[in-house]
């Protein structure tokens, strides 16, 4: 049996396990609000706005926004067919490559499992083109008659991936869901690691719909108006197919956001104080905006000056998306030192 | 029957390594047959039945499931492994494993799709490109936990679900071996002689030993076959139909069956109200190929299990396909015994 450092990394293991064991697609981002909204209502209370987002606010004075998305990439039904089989559509960036012969949980009237079907090789033609089949071309099998399926499928419905919650060796998990359940567990870790502490105003958005364009963000950071942000979210880790000149690898810590749509001084005081705190940090570049919450909340209102901190994954959009625990830790002691910083100048 | 099949399912076991599911077999017939394990590992078992049979009859079952085996470790510390049986790459990129005794967790990792170009976002890697992820740090640290020669299997979520479906890993023989101790634990009116045997997928290597140590006049093959009935696949497409009871083939890749057996086997369902259907198609092959072979020649019918997605980490069946399965091979090895 693999076992992470308790003592180190046992808190956000704890945090992400039961982040990653709930679902949330684009849209409807139920199961996952239920469950962190419960969990962040032990810092501050919270509610849920018209969007889905879960947000909570507590202290005075200035202010910082502290954000990740709840929402997680899956599947949505569009038909079922005479057959039984369900056809559908993407939700997010679904990755067509590792549909095949995925187990899915569709949640129908009730949550019923279900495996994306496939052509035995027993049955293929000699040439294989070496591609994946098209959305369109994928159907899901519920062992059930179209009359069944229909009594608990409908159109609508969302499908999402299972897979385990698997501890890996190094402080290491692979599960679904981790994108962004990491940046939400970072948030909540930042929370414990700042109790009791002296702080300015913090406001939290999980918000809804990234995956989709980022609405929740918009909408949510709009109604915070804070002074500054920072947005949490995860990023590409070096793989033997992914460059490691290019990307950072597992475990170097938290990736401190370069980009021109960031602010600069928020990124450069977020690499002092790693440096200062000996929080392991690498810098991650990018030319123009993020692709994340971050874009979203900047120009958000009258616009709120924002930072990133990404949290380096391998296989992101599968149902084994990668982590090491350090970086999450690394993540959320980064934003604590952060918040207390900027909590005293403004005192 | 269900549960024996569950927990035989969820046993890990690739060819040349079915030691855990035949020690779980020895365990669930011993006190009910003799056996002995030969020189390869097949678990061959004689059951007294109350008369002694006329002809001997031999029921097959391979313990093999397909998976994959650890062939090195990267300087990275990634696994790098080659394929134990015919499976497709598709259904594997983004799995999740077990690997070695340890049972050390893995993924088969992907370059995310965010970083493929537009006109290779469909493009399934290349199998040398392939790696496992254990979160090893580096070559040394991967080698405490694993080392070449390891076996792998997928890791399992035995579910029932929808109207009497099973998903699994391994049905694939595991729903013949669940046949097979189903009929050896139950009272039998003839001598019977079986065979679990070793290493089917990668060319039915075990099957022919044994056949030659029991030296049969009949064999009946309990397997699982390609069922293609899926979503837009019409008639002879079809291959056979999960639901459509007990499949009896005339043709595969690996046997031409004994015209008068195969003729024998649908009138033995019929006169015993079991539903039974026909493969459609001329495809797949299992152990009916090396016993057939065996000495002088032995008349050999295989008896499967409609399912789905064979060869992948969820294959699909009916339970009462296996009800069917087991109740036809039954009464054919009785009919048999005493012809």
């Given amino acids: ?347 | 029957m269900l549960e024996t099949l569950k927990e035989l399912c969820s046993l890990p076991g690739i060819s040349g390594r079915e030691k855990a599911i035949r020690e779980y077999i020895i365990s669930k017939i011993e006190g009910y047959a003799e056996y002995s394990v030969d020189p390869l590992g097949n678990l061959i078992v004689f059951k007294k039945g109350k008369f002694p049979a006329k002809n001997k009859v031999m029921l097959d079952a391979h313990m093999d499931e397909v998976g994959l085996i650890v062939t090195g470790i990267t300087s990275g510390g990634f696994v790098k492994f080659a394929k134990v049986g015919g499976i497709d790459t598709k259904v594997i990129i983004g799995r999740s494993v077990r690997i070695g005794d340890g049972n050390i967790p893995g993924v088969l990792g992907i370059k995310p799709v965010h970083l493929t170009k537009k006109d290779e976002e469909a493009d399934i890697p290349k199998d040398d490109d392939l790696y496992i992820d254990i979160g090893a740090k580096d070559r040394d640290e991967a080698l405490l936990y694993v080392c070449p020669g390891d076996e792998i299997h997928f890791e399992n979520d035995f579910c029932e679900f929808g109207d009497g479906f099973i998903r699994s890993k391994a049905i694939d023989d595991r729903a013949g071996c669940a046949i097979l101790i189903d009929i050896i634990r139950s009272e039998t009116e003839y001598d019977c002689w079986f065979s679990f045997s070793v290493q089917e997928e990668i060319g039915l290597r075990g099957a022919g030993a044994s056949a030659f140590t029991v030296n049969p006049d009949y064999a009946v093959v309990a397997e699982t076959t390609t069922a293609a009935d899926l979503d837009g696949v019409k008639g002879d497409d079809r291959v056979c139909v999960a639901g459509g009871g007990a499949t009896v083939s005339f043709m595969d890749r690996s046997t031409v069956y004994n015209r008068e057996l195969y003729k024998f086997a649908l009138e033995t369902a019929k006169k015993n109200g079991i539903k039974v259907q026909t493969k459609t198609r001329v495809a797949g092959g299992n152990n009916a190929g090396s016993i057939h072979k065996s000495r002088g020649g032995v008349k050999v019918i295989t008896v499967s299990v409609p399912c789905r997605y064979l060869h992948s980490p969820v294959s699909v069946c009916k339970y009462e396909d296996i009800v069917s399965s087991r109740d036809l091979i039954r009464a054919l090895a009785e009919e048999l015994a005493s012809c």
Avoid: W
């Fill in chain 1, 1 to 347: 049996m693999l076992r992470v450092n308790e003592m180190e990394y046992g808190a956000v293991k704890k945090l992400l396990s039961e982040l990653c064991g709930v679902k949330g697609t684009s849209g409807l981002e139920n199961d996952v609000a239920e469950k962190v909204t419960g969990l962040l209502s032990e810092y501050m209370p919270c509610k849920t706005d018209a969007l889905g987002n879960v947000t909570g606010s507590k202290g005075e004075g200035h202010s910082i926004l502290l954000d990740a998305h709840l929402d997680q990439i899956g599947l949505v039904v569009t038909g079922i067919t005479d057959d039984g089989f369900l056809k559908i559509a993407k939700v997010g960036g679904a990755d067509i490559r590792v549909l095949t012969a995925a187990r899915v949980t569709i949640h129908g009237r009730e949550k019923i499992p279900g495996v994306v079907t496939s052509v035995p090789p027993h049955l293929k033609s000699a040439k294989d083109d070496g591609k994946a089949p098209s959305f369109d071309e994928i159907t899901i099998d519920t062992g059930m008659t179209a009359e069944q399926a229909k009594k608990i499928v409908s159109p609508g419905d969302r499908i999402t991936f299972d897979g385990p919650f698997d501890t890996l060796i190094g402080n290491r998990i692979a599960s679904p869901s981790i994108d962004d359940r990491a940046g939400v567990a970072a948030i909540l870790r930042c929370l414990q690691l700042l109790e009791g502490k002296k702080t300015c105003r913090i406001d939290v958005l999980f918000s809804a719909q990234e995956e989709t364009g980022g609405s929740g963000a918009k909408t949510g950071a709009f109604n915070s108006q804070a002074d500054e942000a920072i947005a949490c979210d995860v990023s590409f880790a070096s793989a033997p197919d992914v460059s490691k000149e290019k990307y950072a690898s597992l475990g170097e810590g938290t990736l401190i956001g370069y980009a021109p749509s960031l602010d600069y001084e928020m990124s450069r005081r977020l690499s002092r104080l790693a440096k200062e705190k000996d929080i392991p940090a690498v810098p991650e570049v990018m030319g123009g905006k993020t692709g994340t919450d971050g874009d979203d909340i900047q120009v958000a209102g009258r616009g709120i000056p924002s930072a990133l901190l990404s949290i380096p994954i391998r296989n992101m959009h599968t149902a084994v998306e990668v982590v090491d625990l350090a970086d999450i830790e690394s993540t959320a002691r980064l934003m604590a030192e952060y918040i207390l910083e900027r909590s005293s100048e403004n005192a």
